[in-house]
Each structure stands twice: as C-alpha cells, then as structure tokens.
C-alpha cells in the first residue's frame, strides 16, 4: 500500500491565456417546417392571433398588454429568440415541452407577454411571411411562423409549471408560489409591495415576507385560489410562473445508562479538543440539537445555536431526535467504530446548528430556498470569520422534477456561488439525496431506479450524497435464515437515483457514504441494530446515551464531517478546491462495479454507475495526501469566459495549462501501467425560469470543459483542436485522448472528473490540459453584462503507479520549488 503523507503540489503559474472560438457554429436548433401554403398558414395565425388579443382585452380592457401563449407543431422547436426584445416589448414569460409519443413528436408552449409595439411587430411579420422573401430564397420570418400551430389567449393556467401535478380548481385556496420577472427600473422591495397591494386587494393572503431574488425573477409564496389569482397577477404585467411550494418532507444500545457512561467516559478521555487552533464550522440545518449530552456538551457552545423562527426553542424537536444524532455523527463519525477504538479523536471543527423544522408545530409550507439562505447568514453572524460546512439532511418528495431546478435547488447554487464582485470564499454545501421509505426496500435494487432523488438535491453548486453501506452483521440466532438486502460495498437499500432524470441535468448523487443496511427475514424486512451507524440519542429522563442511525441523513452528516476535516488541513484553499479534492479522492468498490474494471463498461452502464453512487466512495487518505506513487497537482485560476464584440457577446478566451510531469521517471518506466484522473470544480450563477427551462445552458452562467494533449500532438495541434482562432487555413485534426468516462458522461453539472489509463510512455507527453468555456446565460443574456466578469475554477490532477517503490513526487517537486 503506498504510504500517503506527502502535501499535494499547489501549481501557481504554468497558465497561458489563449484566444478561443468554439469549434462548432452553435447554429440555431430551430427548422421550419417546409412545403406549407405560406398564404393559408399566414392567414390562420393571423385570424388565431387577433381573436387571442382581442379575448385577452374583453377580459382586461385597462391593461396595455397582453399575455398569450403560443404553440408549436409536433416535432417542431419555436423560435424563442423572436419572443423576446432588449426594449421589452415582448416578453418570455414561460416556456414548457409537452411531451408526445416520443420525443419526435413532442409540442412546446411559450407564455409571451407583448405590448401594443410587439401586437403590431408581430402581425408585420406575418404579412412578411405570406409576401416577401429572403436573399436566399425562403420565406421571411419562417421559423418563426412556419412552427406555430395555434395561437391563444392566455389563462391562469397557462403559467402552471407543474405538469406531473393537477392545476388547483378555481374554488380550492392553496399555497402558490409565485414567479414574477425582476424589474430592474425600481427596487425589489418596491416591485414587492405593488404585486402585494394587487393581490391583498381580492384577499389574497401573503406567506411571511420572505422572497428569492434570482437574476432575472423574483419568488414568493401567497394562499388563495386560482380565481383570486386569475383576478389580480394575472392582470399585471410581471407574472412569469405558478409552481407548488415545496414541503419537506447494537452492542451500546443493549447497554444501562451507567455502563453507557463507563463507555462515554473512555471516550471523552482520548478526546482532544483543537476548536480554538481552527475557524472551520459545520452548520447543521435540522430540527435542533440538545447539547446537554455528555459526548456534546464540551464541544458545542450554546451560542453557536439558532433558530429561524424566534419563538422556537433551539433543541431537538423531533420525537426520535433527529438533529441530535446528526450532530454526534458531524463530530465524531460513526460511534460503533469510534467508542470500541483506542485511538486519540483529534477535533478542529465546531458545529453550529441553526432549527429550520419544528415538527412539533405544523405550519404553512414556506419558501425553503429563502429559509435556507437565511440560516446560512445567521451562522455567518455568529461566527463571521469562519469557513463553513453546510451540512443539510431537510428534503422535499413532493416536487417531480426530473433533475430540473427548482428556487430551492437555485437558492442553494446562489448562495455558493457569491457574487460576481465577492466570490464565495467560505461555504461548501451537502445536501441529502433523500430516502426511499423502508417498506419498498424490499425490491431493492430496481426500485432505486424509480425513485428520484429530492429536491433541492439537484443543485449543480451543492455535494449531493447518497448512501453505500459496508453493514453486513446479522444476528442468525434472533433472525435464522435472514439475508442482507444490500451486499457488502453495495449501494445502501434506502438509496434514491438520478436514473429517471432527463439527460441535460447533473448526475446525481456526487458521493456515497456509509448509511446502513437492512436485512430480509422471512416475507419481511427487519432493521436491527447491527446494521444500522450508532450516533447521540436526543436523550431525556432515564432515556439512553445512544441511538441507532442511518439513511442518507447519516451519510450526509459524514460527508460534512470528512470536508471538514480536510477544510482544516488546507484552510486557504477555496470551496472549489476542497469539493474537487472530496470527489476526486472518490472511487467505486467492487461491487459497485459488478467485479469489472471501470473501463469495460458501456457508456449507459458508467451513466447509470454515476446515477446510483455518482464518483464513489471518498478516501480521506487520498483526498488529504499525496504519495511518491501518487502525485495530485491542485490549480486554482481565473478565467474569463466571454467578451462583448461586433454587437454580441462571444467566447473569450481558454487556459493551456503545463504540467511538471517527471519526463524522465515516465519514460524510464516505459510500459508500466499509469493512471491519470483530473477534476475540474467550479460554482456557477443560477438563472432559474429562464427562457429554455429545460435546458442547462439557460440556467447556469457558464460552463467549463477540459481536453488533454495526445501523445506526441504538438502544442500547436493541440490548441488547433480546442479553438477555432488557432487553426490554420489547411488545419487537418489531430490527436485522441481515450478518457474512460468520456465527455458524454462527464459534462453534466458543475464538476467534472474523469480517468485516463495506459503506459507511463505514452503519459510522459501528454503534459497539457486546455480548460475552455461553453455557453450559459452569461452568454445568452447580453443586456445583464455578465460578460464583463470572470469566473473561478479549480483543477485537480493526479498521476500514479501502480509500483509502489517508484518516486514520481520527488522530480515534480524539484521543477517548482518555489510554488509548493
């Protein structure tokens, strides 16, 4: 085993800015539909266009717009583009894909607001069309008119961006909530009480005054029905979405309280307390947590507890406990291995617990992204100097999305990525992937193929973690002749997917940790204590020290505990950086992998390995060190993605990043087997409800995507083969990289890693890594001037052998001793 206790290389320079043009066109996805009567289609929109205005006017004859919803033929894309102006006559306010047969026949609806400038441009552009030609022969505006099927009046209704759910009859009072485009000629706050008056006026009630700004959509919650609502937003000129709000969904514990407290003795006896050496907090948002617990009480402080609402108390709520385990398991990892241990337990890390669930007193559903953001900021207050692990296990089943982002989901990605002008220094993020309920465990594990995980776990910015589990102890004289459900290593039964997620959205989960298993004892499922982690009980009178633990809950709280203790170990690093290093240390058991290697699988079964455990299992080792067989170079660089030329915005520019490699250790080894991984981490700008809904590049700011240099491809070919701008006139590709993932699987979501194996030959040459950007919003949206700023990414590159007495460390070291 090599021995990992050597620092990773922190590689300071080494970056060359380069000029860069996408290699593909990024050409328009709309075709029009051929061969129509051009006179007989321009007609039929015409007389379908006026009677929808008309409607919409009889209905609102005070307004000076109108909100109509316009939509496509099966198999047809509509050009959205066209829907929208810099001056606002029109206005997108939502677009949606009904799915048909299949995805050949599919039929997409936009929402469009259009003042009289835009009622008058459109119906130009329809005459257009019947009568005049482009240069090139077509019809003019033909993927525009060509497309559309029917043309309406819009109602209420067609706002509803919920399709798996039923849209609330008009006499049912539920909560809503509300989507509305941010206008950025007044202030938010200003925006607010305009809408408010509107709605309270026809006795709409306002959830409590908590909102979510987005870049270009403001969110809150309100409770009446759709005819109140019908008679007052609908009638502004601001209404962009209607959306549900979301609700959130052995040996210890056998033994007396005294000899309980023989054990925890023992324990507090090899604990060593480093709290004040360090500035690392994990911030526990949950249900409270009770600290008078004597493995707790000496290392939480009372102030550093909290709650959202200031009449709740800040202890553990829940009837079992459920914060207070959660806590136990942040601090000390898993207590049936740590409690039978001798080793010292050495502690950096304080734990802040903000209550955001009082399950005692059923509430109103609330807007969880705004609470969510608002317990951040109250840990930030109570120790602003801290960097912060935000370690959440609070999920809601009831939204069917599909890995589509919701304004929890955004909320979480806005808070960890900061701002364009202060960068997020501080925060990473885990979140819970979410439970499959105990009695359907019993069909694992297809039936984790069918259960998504919950929101807000499709994040792109937040660490999702699911579960694995190595429990695999029953006991044969209680249960003779039961089994375990899940084998040794194997994803854990209570493990929901991204299976059933539709492809343009992250695979999920990141990571897996341990969170128990369970066992099959005659027609039933049986849950004993041997499986199961053992953390902190809520405790009470006469009630025991311990409590068995688990679910993805336990896993995540395992996952906080892991980051943090790395935070402490590399404290000037950012949050991109530790997140890569926490997946890039992550590897997949055997029997993840079915006892095959990685590399023989087809791309549909590496898909659905990163749908079910995502990158694996974390190793702290790996993660924390480098070895002399095992060297991880870590980058950390500013990149800026676009620029504003000839009247729109482009692709800037992209890194050809050179690597120390030890050239001579690599060729001198010749055909010895090496391995390369590389993770690129990096957070992005959520814009949700924009435009494409259903597609990545219209939610996140930016993307970023890496290549490798061939063996023997000549920087020239090289950069050739990245970017346009750097291709002769008679350029002739070159090069191959044979990434095991490959591109298809990794570029999803916000980081992305991937495997390279051969001959320490063949890598001694490939020392160049080229980072360049894809589209995004940023891009997209040319009048918010996002293409102004920079982004930050970090990149995390490892090589290693599998001869454990080869010093591969030593001669990169050398090359750069000045940037350790």
């Known amino acids: 085993m090599p021995q990992f206790l050597r620092d990773h290389i922190f590689l300071k320079e080494r970056t060359a800015p380069m000029p860069y043009t996408p290699v593909s066109t990024g050409r328009s996805k709309v075709k029009p539909r051929l061969n129509l009567d051009r006179a007989v289609q321009g007609q039929k929109i015409q007389n379908e266009f006026n009677e929808a205005v008309d409607i919409f006017k009889v209905l609102a004859p005070e307004v000076e717009f109108v909100y109509l919803v316009f939509k496509s033929a099966p198999g047809f894309l509509l050009d959205i583009d066209k829907f929208e102006d810099s001056n606002l006559n029109y206005r997108l306010a939502s677009y949606r894909r009904i799915p048909g047969e299949n995805l050949e026949y599919d039929t997409y609806e936009a929402t469009v607001c259009m003042n009289p400038t835009a009622i008058g441009s459109f119906l130009r552009k329809v005459e257009q069309y019947i009568g005049e030609e482009t240069p090139t022969g077509n019809p003019k505006h033909q993927n525009l008119i060509a497309n559309l099927e029917s043309i309406k009046s819009a109602t209420l209704k067609s706002f509803w ?11 049912e009072s539920t909560w809503w909530e509300i989507w509305i485009y941010r206008n950025y000629l007044i202030s938010t706050d200003e925006q607010l009480e305009k809408i408010f008056e509107i709605l309270a006026n026809v006795g709409i009630r306002i959830g409590r005054r908590r909102s979510l700004s987005f870049p270009e959509h403001i969110v809150f919650l309100v409770y009446g029905n759709s005819h109140q609502l019908g008679n007052s937003i609908l009638y502004t000129d601001s209404l962009s979405e209607l959306r549900k709000p979301k609700e959130t969904a052995d040996l210890f514990t056998y033994l007396d309280k005294p000899e309980q407290n023989d ?22 948002l949950d249900t409270g947590v009770n600290i008078a617990h004597p493995l707790l009480e000496n290392l939480i402080d009372v102030r550093n507890l909290d709650a959202i609402d200031p009449s709740w108390s800040i202890s553990d709520s829940h009837e079992q406990g459920h914060g207070t385990p959660m806590a136990g398991l942040i601090m000390y990892g898993d207590l049936s291995d740590v409690m039978a241990g001798f080793d010292r337990i050495e502690i950096y890390h304080d734990l802040e617990s903000i209550k955001v669930i009082e399950p005692s007193q059923p509430n109103n559903p609330e807007l969880y992204g705004a609470i969510t953001q608002e317990a951040i900021a109250r840990a930030e207050l109570l120790n602003p100097r801290n960097k912060r692990i935000v370690c959440m296990a609070v999920t809601s089943d009831t939204l069917v999305h599909f890995g589509r982002p919701s304004s929890w989901s955004a909320a979480i990605d806005q808070k960890i990525f900061g701002d364009t002008e202060d960068p997020n220094d501080t925060t990473l993020f885990f979140v819970s992937s979410g439970n499959i309920s105990i009695n359907e465990r019993i069909d694992y594990p297809l039936i984790n193929d069918k259960f998504s995980i919950e929101d807000p776990a499709q994040s792109f910015n937040a660490v999702t973690v699911g579960a694995y589990t190595l429990k695999d102890v029953i006991d044969f004289e209680k249960f003779p002749e039961a089994f375990l459900i899940a084998p040794r290593g194997s994803m854990a039964p209570c493990n ?80 991109e950086t530790i997140r890569a290093l926490i997946i890039h240390s992550a590897d997949w058991t055997d029997s993840m992998l079915g006892e095959h290697n990685i590399s023989d699988l087809s791309p549909d079964q590496k898909l659905a390995l990163l749908s079910t455990v995502g990158y694996g299992v974390p190793n702290f080792n790996k993660a924390k060190f480098s070895a002399n067989n095992s060297l991880s170079l870590i980058i950390e660089r500013y990149l800026k993605p676009y620029k504003f030329e000839e009247k729109r915005v482009k692709t800037d520019e992209f890194h050809l990043i050179d690597l120390p490699w030890p050239v001579d250790v690599l060729q001198d080894l010749m055909n010895t087997p090496v391995q390369l991984k590389l993770t690129l981490s990096y957070f992005i700008e959520p814009n949700p409800g924009n435009r494409q809904y259903e597609l990545a590049a219209s939610y996140r700011s930016h993307g970023l995507r890496f290549k490798m240099i061939d063996t023997n491809e000549s920087e020239e070919a090289f950069s050739a083969r990245v970017s346009k701008s750097a291709r002769e006139d008679n350029y002739v590709p070159e090069g191959n990289e044979h990434w095991i993932l490959g591109s298809k699987v990794r570029d999803k979501g916000s980081i992305h890693k991937d495997i390279w194996e051969g001959t320490a030959v063949d890598l001694a040459t490939r020392n160049k890594i080229a980072i360049y950007p894809v589209g995004g919003w940023w891009k997209n949206r040319k009048q918010l001037a996002r293409h102004i700023n920079k982004i930050r990414y970090s990149l995390v590159v490892t090589i290693e052998t599998a001869d454990i007495n080869v010093d591969i460390y030593t001669p990169v070291l050398l090359q750069i001793p000045i940037e350790i």
């Open 161 to 171: 961006q919920e399709p798996e759910l039923a849209f609330p009859e008009s006499g």
């Open 263 to 284: 054990w925890i003795q023992n324990l507090n006896h090899r604990v060593d307390n480093h709290q004040l050496l360090g500035n690392i907090s994990v911030c526990l």
């Open 496 to 575: 929901k997917t991204s299976v059933i997620w539709q492809q343009e959205w992250p695979r999920k989960p990141d990571i897996v940790m341990e969170g128990g298993n369970q066992g099959i004892f005659g027609d039933g499922i049986i849950d004993p204590d041997s499986l199961s982690l053992l953390s902190t009980a809520k405790g009470g009178l006469g009630r025991s020290w311990f409590t068995t633990f688990g679910d993805t809950s336990a896993a995540t709280a395992l996952a906080s505990k892991f980051a943090a203790q790395l935070y402490e170990s590399y404290p000037a690093y950012w949050p």
